[in-house]
Structure formats: structure tokens, C-alpha cells
């Protein structure tokens, strides 16, 4: 988890990570998050600040609305009321949002889309999801679900995805699917997509499964583009790391697709991994002018 004390105009008065504690279960991690939240508003204190309000940011299904966690593979949450419990922890507004979709709130007023007003975050790391920001806003759906990027089916029939479908995206383009099919057609069991970004100069076959994960996430990106339409799209999460490796062939694969519609701009992200972390203050910060 990473955490922040962080001022209204997005700049960090201090900062603390933790780990999850995520084998232990949905209810130990609400407790630890309460913990370490309640710790930061007295850190805040204790330094001569005032604590306003607290954002969170989780992954999964999450109804932002209610403040509601509503399902996440990686931690178990099933319904879990994060934003009421936070309220009666601290006593202070809370806000939950997305992972993602925070990243992307941020991404689109502090980072690499400032300044824009269409702006599609994609975070392409151990899977793959995005974030819809209009006007520094993240789009969350009628289920707080919007922006699954990584389930857009690009090879109909195509290699399983952890979803149940087969051909999504994520099954072809995320740093796992990448290294995994690396490791199958080289038999390097131990492949990893840092193994493929770092060989396709030597490489026939790290080049050929490049390739093919470039042309699935051209593919997924036109669909976001036609459907969004946005100025600037911001690529996040590990795989981003490859930098021109990745942004060079990809900007090449969309613009062959394009047919009337635009090219955004493609672009790295600027936030890094405390992208989350800045978002959900931000997203606070926007709760509170909203219940003003
Ligand atoms: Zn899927």
C-alpha cells in the first residue's frame, strides 16, 4: 500500500508504505487500512496540519458511489463498506475509488495529461485495465466497473484469459501473458516480459511475441480510441517501462488501423506507482468540495 499525506494542490507532505497483508484476508486488510489511515491523520497532527478528508483507493469492482469495495480477486473483498468504516474510524470524509481509475484522475491533472481534458490512462502491467478522465473526472460506470480494457476480446477463440473468455486482450498483451508465451515458445520456463523487452535486439522469437503483443494492444487501443475519442493517451504500469520499445511500434500499429477516426497522442506516465496514492487524495479532495 502506498500511502500519503497529501496538500489540496497535489503536492506530498510525507510518505509511507506498507504491505497489504493480503493472504490474511478481506477483514485484516479493512483493518489495516483503517489502521495505517488513522496513523496518518495523527502523523498530520502531530505536524501542525489539519486532516480533511481520506481517499482510498482499491482494486476490483468498486461502487464509488456508495464507498463500497464490491469485489476484488487479488484481496477477496466481497461487499466490504470501506468508506462507511473509514468515516466512523476517523471521523473525517472519506472517498473510495478504483485502483486504476485514481491513477488515472491523477495522471490527468498532476502527470503526463495535465493540461488535457480527454484523457485515457492505460495501466498494461500483470493485467491490464484503463481509465476514462474527462475534465480531471474519472468515468466509472453504471457498476463502478468501466474502463475493463483488458477484457476487450481482440483474438476471438484465442488463448485463455483468467476472466473465463478466451482472446482478451489481457491474455495476449499483459506482462504475464507476455512472459508466458515467451517462456513456451523458447522454453525458457523462468521468461519474464522484462526477459522479451531486453532481448528483442538479439532475439528472433522475444521479437516475434513483442510483435504479437503489440498488434493486440494496437487492436484494444483503436476499439478505446473509437469508442473515447481522446487527446492524449497515458500508458502506465510496468510494462510502460519499455518506454520507445513499446510507444514506437505501437503509435505504428494504431496509426495502419486508422481509418477516419484520431490519433491521440501516446505518451509514458509521469506519477509512477504513487499515481493511486495521489488520485484517492484528489479524489477526497473532490468529495469534500461536493458536500460542501
Ligand atoms: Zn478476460
Request: glycine letters at 12%; charged letters at 20%.
Amino acid at each position: 500500500m502506498k500511502c500519503a499525506l497529501v496538500r489540496p494542490d497535489g503536492t506530498v507532505h510525507h510518505e509511507e508504505r506498507h504491505p497489504t497483508l493480503a493472504s490474511r484476508g478481506p477483514e485484516a486488510v479493512t483493518e489495516n487500512i483503517l489502521q495505517i489511515a488513522a496513523g496518518l491523520a495523527a502523523k498530520a497532527r502531530a505536524d501542525g496540519l489539519e486532516p480533511v478528508a481520506v481517499g482510498i483507493a482499491v482494486p476490483g469492482v468498486v461502487d464509488e458511489e456508495n464507498g463500497v469495495a464490491v469485489w476484488s480477486a487479488n484481496v477477496g473483498f466481497r461487499d466490504v463498506p470501506i468508506k462507511q468504516r473509514l468515516e466512523e474510524r476517523l471521523g473525517l470524509p472519506a472517498a473510495l475509488g478504483h485502483d486504476v481509475r485514481v491513477g488515472g484522475i491523477a495522471e490527468a491533472r498532476l502527470g503526463a495529461g495535465r493540461g488535457e481534458r480527454h484523457v485515457l490512462f492505460a495501466a498494461i502491467g500483470t493485467g491490464i485495465a484503463a481509465a476514462l478522465v474527462i475534465n480531471g473526472v474519472g468515468y466509472h460506470g453504471a457498476h463502478g466497473a468501466a474502463g475493463e480494457l483488458g477484457h476487450i476480446v481482440v483474438r476471438p477463440g484465442g488463448p485463455e484469459c483468467p476472466c473465463g473468455a478466451r482472446g482478451c486482450l489481457e491474455a495476449i498483451a499483459s506482462a504475464r501473458a507476455i512472459g508466458a508465451r515467451y517462456a513456451e515458445l523458447s522454453g525458457k520456463s523462468d521468461a519474464t516480459a522484462f526477459t522479451v523487452v531486453s532481448s528483442i535486439n538479439t532475439d528472433k522469437v522475444a521479437r516475434l511475441v513483442w510483435h504479437e503483443a503489440i498488434e493486440a494492444l494496437a487492436d484494444g487501443l483503436i476499439t478505446a480510441q473509437a469508442l473515447f475519442d481522446v487527446s492524449v493517451l497515458v500508458l502506465g504500469g510496468g510494462l510502460a517501462e519499455a518506454g520507445d520499445t513499446l510507444i514506437t511500434p505501437l503509435t505504428r500499429e494504431m496509426e495502419k488501423r486508422l481509418t477516419f477516426h484520431r490519433m491521440p497522442r501516446i505518451v509514458t506516465a509521469a506519477l509512477g506507482d504513487t499515481a493511486g496514492c495521489k488520485g484517492a487524495a484528489l479524489l477526497a479532495l473532490d468529495h469534500l468540495e461536493q458536500t460542501k
